[in-house]
C-alpha cells in the first residue's frame, strides 16, 4: 500500500514520502498562482481551480487568500462563497454540499499527529474525512476538526471548534461546538418578514 492510499484511508503514513511532497508542491503552485491573480481576472482564477480541486460545481467563489494542501481531496458542489483566508488541510477528503457559505479565517483540517511523542517525532501522520452537507453557513474564525460531518441546513457561529458531528437544521456554536437549538418554521416566517420588509423599500 502507498503512503497515498495509507492516508486516504485514514493510517498513519509518511507525509514525506516523495510523491505526496510532489502533490503538496503542485497545490503551493497553483494556490501560489490564483493568489497574485487581480480580482478581476476571474476567468483565470476559475481555470486553476479547475486544475487544483477534486471536483467543484458552478457558481464556486474562494476569495483570495485561499490555501490548501493537496487541493485534489477537496470537493466543492454548487453556489459555494468561501470568505478570506479560507485554509483546508485536505489530507482526508473534503466534501462540501451545496449551496454552502464560509466566513473569513475558517480552517477545515482533516489532519492529525499522534499523541505519542515519540511516534510523531518519526514524522507520522493521519487524516479523518470531514463532510458538509447543503445549506451550511459557516462563521467567522472558525476551526473544524478531523472526522466531522455537518448536517444539512447548520449555521455554526463565529469563533467556534467544531470537534463532533452537528445534527441538520441547527444552529451550534461554542468552544466545543455544541447544538444550542433547532431552526424552525418561526425562524423561516421571521426572515420572510424581514425580506419583505426590505423589498417594499426597494
Sequence with gaps: ????????????????????????????????????????????????????????????????????????????????????????????????????MIGPNVGIMTAGHPLDKVIRAELY?????????????IGANVVINPGVTIGSGVVIGSGSVVTNDLEDDTLCYGNPCRVIRKITEKDRIFWQKEKEKSLSNS
Excluded at 126 to 137: E, L, Q
Aim: some cysteine.
Design 1 to 100: 500500500m502507498t503512503e497515498q492510499e495509507k492516508m486516504l484511508k485514514g493510517m498513519l503514513y509518511q507525509a514525506g514520502e516523495k510523491k505526496l511532497s510532489s502533490m503538496r508542491k503542485r497545490a503551493s503552485e497553483l494556490t501560489y498562482d490564483y493568489n497574485h491573480l487581480r480580482p478581476s481576472q476571474k476567468e483565470e482564477q476559475q481555470a486553476i481551480l479547475n486544475q487544483l480541486l477534486g471536483s467543484m460545481g458552478k457558481d464556486v467563489w474562494i476569495n483570495q487568500p485561499f490555501l490548501v494542501d493537496y487541493g485534489c481531496n477537496l470537493y466543492i458542489g454548487d453556489h459555494f462563497f468561501a470568505n478570506y483566508n479560507f485554509t483546508v488541510l485536505d489530507i482526508g477528503k473534503v466534501t462540501i454540499g451545496n449551496r454552502v
Design 125 to 137: 501522520e493521519f487524516g479523518y474525512d470531514i463532510t458538509i452537507k447543503d445549506d451550511v453557513w
